[in-house]
């Protein structure tokens, strides 16, 4: 447990081969993508309890007896493998206050995401800790990198260690340090409560990225970690052109009824590009070389053009890969497609000018752009003057 402040901070993700394929039983591989959600957690001793996120423009402040009415709803002797209730989940929306409109509901869903989990944990060691929590993200909201799982991840590590449930893994001198793995195990399966509380029926992919950083293979619901895998560099692109999910995945079930035997195979190849990287993954580990770069930007392309094959491309997305492309760089969508996100690989014999150059062009079409780093650490815990100044910047309030 830490004195008075814990600072921790958990990873996005993006899938870097095997979108729509998983719906099929195929593999994915989904990687922890190094634009980060940090949280700071003040314990205090006045009976109140604040949170602030700033990213979605949500401040609320309780006094703890407020909540203890709740506790009935959130006994001791609950277990982290027992999903949210219907029950719980109301009651916290009737006490957070829920609003019409998209932005409300995010608000709401943030809210009541802290609650339940502060509830649950808090319940285990018998009185509601008084405390002040600020929580500032890198990631972009709604874009499919996984922001609500950084946000889970983030709440149960520093909630947990608040409580005193588990360690705090920060010692003296140390600028950043993890938990054990029993620990990271409990703060995943925290997590992943409230991303049922945010989605329904998450895959635990997101929250397993967040929790254990690298690489991860998910195939018909296991999930298990690639050993070892290099962190690459990569640009980063939001097209910011909304998209749906649930409508793109019931398009390419269509396709598939419908012509079986030509989605099939389709299907079967970004399977087996999904089994390829990861072998060319594990090999970077053990040496990197100019030909396994060559080797993912075929695949990146490959998987392109089968993911436009299968109704998932769009327009913009064509532009950022032609972008990239006319500067030496290959791209591919992430995420459900329709819009929404793309990355590109970027070698480390790149020239920093020509990825500038990539970024001015993509910018000029309206895109956000990101340089940053897949494969990154999960969930750590941090000491401040370890953190990046526009970290230290949004948690000073300036």
């Known amino acids: 447990m830490f004195n008075k402040t814990c600072v921790v901070s958990a990873p996005g993700k993006v899938i870097l081969h095997g979108e729509h394929a998983v719906v099929h039983g195929k593999v994915a591989v989904a990687v922890a993508l190094n634009l980060r959600t940090f949280l700071r957690m003040t314990l205090r001793n006045d009976g109140k309890i604040s949170i602030d996120l700033p990213n979605i423009r949500t401040k609320l402040c309780w006094e703890t007896s407020e909540l203890e009415p709740l506790l009935v709803a959130f006994p001791a002797d609950q277990i982290d493998s027992q999903p949210p209730s219907p029950e719980q989940v109301e009651k916290l929306k009737e006490f957070s206050g829920v609003a019409d409109g ?5 608000r709401s869903q943030a809210t009541v995401a802290f609650l339940y989990l502060y509830l649950s944990i808090a319940s285990k060691c018998g009185v509601l800790p008084s405390m002040d929590i600020l929580v500032w993200s890198e990631l972009p909201t709604g874009a499919g990198l996984g922001s609500s799982a950084a946000y889970s991840v983030c709440l149960a590590g520093a909630l947990l260690s608040g409580c005193g449930v588990i360690g705090y893994p920060l010692g003296e001198g140390q600028s950043v340090a993890r938990w054990t793995e029993v620990e990271l195990g409990l703060i995943n399966r925290w997590a992943f409560r409230g991303e049922q509380v945010i989605h329904g029926n998450p895959s635990g992919v997101d929250n397993a990225v967040g929790t254990w950083g690298g690489a991860l293979r998910y195939q018909s619901g296991k999930i298990s970690s690639l050993k070892r895998v290099p962190t690459l560099r990569i640009l980063l692109t939001n097209t910011k052109v909304p998209r749906s999910t649930k409508i793109l995945v ?15 195979p389709v299907l079967t190849s970004i ?14 580990a053990e040496h990197s070389s100019g030909e396994h770069y060559a080797m993912l930007e075929e695949l990146i392309d490959i998987n392109q053009h089968h993911l436009d094959a299968i109704g998932v491309g769009h327009s913009s997305l064509d532009r950022v890969c032609l972008i990239t492309a006319s500067h030496g760089l290959h791209s591919k969508l992430t995420g459900a497609g329709g819009g929404g996100c793309a990355i590109t690989l970027l070698r480390p014999d790149v020239a920093p000018s020509t990825v500038e150059a990539a970024i001015r062009d993509l910018e000029d079409c309206g895109f956000a752009c990101w340089e940053t780093d897949i494969g990154a650490l ?21």
């Open 102 to 106: 998209a932005a409300a509901a995010t």
């Open 250 to 264: 019931a398009g390419v079930k269509d396709k598939l009824l419908k012509f079986p035997a030509i989605m099939e």
């Open 271 to 284: 399977d087996a590009i999904s089994q390829e990287c990861e072998g060319v993954l594990e090999a970077m």
């Open 378 to 398: 999960g969930v750590c815990a941090h000491s401040p003057p370890s953190l990046k100044a526009e970290v230290l910047k949004a948690f000073s309030g300036i």
